[in-house]
């Protein structure tokens, strides 16, 4: 693999176990993404030109535009192996802040508050976001190899925008209700979760001639195109 010449269609089992140029770079890019968009954006809202919204929902769509490119380039095998990386990162990531926010602190140290104010997310929030993120990576790789097959590899548009409308919607219609109904109003549950997708979705929509630039000279540089024809989509699994 590496030729930089047109990229040969291949089945996902014809590259099982084989290795890579840029896969590592774009996995350590996923995760890096996912966590950084949870962990720094998540706690601030802000407001533009009269608009609130949450920070973090200007960068946690690039984790599905790379997600995207991860199936498109690579395959539905090494998407699952990232995604199962990422729900790892994310646990750790919760669990260590649990425990830093837990330490008391020192006598004559006066950040304690801030640090609950940023890190102390509610357990039942925690758990809603890491189980809205696995759903919804996996039906998005899911829909993205399924299309591609169905397509023949053709309207790469097509797979990315109609991939993250389920996945974002099945992240919404996870995440929203589990965190928050009982907390906010109903209306207000449900006003978020569908302004939030349609946000993501536009994100993508947005992002669709970065996503076809990657994608192009991923294979160019990789030399096959991924087809997951035969693959076992099982997303309990981390075998490549």
């Known amino acids: 693999m590496g030729e930089t010449g047109a990229p040969k269609a ?13 896969f590592d ?11 950084l968009s949870n962990l720094i954006g998540a706690a601030k809202l802000s407001t533009v030109a ?24 690579y395959g539905y095998a090494r998407a699952r192996r990232c995604v199962w990386a990422g729900f790892g990162a994310m646990l750790f ?12 602190p020192a006598e004559g140290w006066k950040g304690q508050a801030a640090y609950e ?18 759903a919804g990576e996996f039906a ?28 974002q919607g099945v992240d919404s219609l996870i995440f929203y209700p589990l965190a928050f109904l009982g907390v906010w109003e109903d209306w207000q549950v449900a006003t978020v979760m569908v302004t939030n997708w349609a946000m993501k979705v536009g994100w993508e929509a947005v992002l669709t001639p970065v996503t076809y630039a990657v994608v192009g000279w991923l294979k160019r ?4 195109d991924v087809y997951d024809r035969g693959t076992d989509f099982t997303p309990f699994s981390a075998k490549v």
């Open 50 to 73: 009269g608009f609130t919204f949450g920070a973090g929902i200007l960068f946690f769509p690039l984790g599905y535009v790379i997600g995207d490119v991860l199936t498109e380039v």
């Open 221 to 224: 540089r990789e030399g096959v």
């Open 10 to 22: 291949v089945s996902a089992q014809a590259v099982a176990g084989g290795h890579f140029r840029y």
């Open 140 to 167: 998005n790789s899911f829909v993205l190899a399924k299309m591609k097959v169905w397509t023949e590899g053709r309207h790469l548009w097509t797979r990315t925008i109609g991939s993250t409308v389920v996945g």
């Open 25 to 35: 770079f774009v996995m350590a890019a996923f995760v890096t993404v996912l966590l």
């Open 93 to 104: 990531m919760a669990v260590m802040s649990w425990v830093v926010v837990s330490l008391p």
């Open 117 to 134: 104010a940023v890190f102390g997310a509610t357990p039942r929030i925690v758990f809603a976001s890491l189980l809205a993120f696995w």
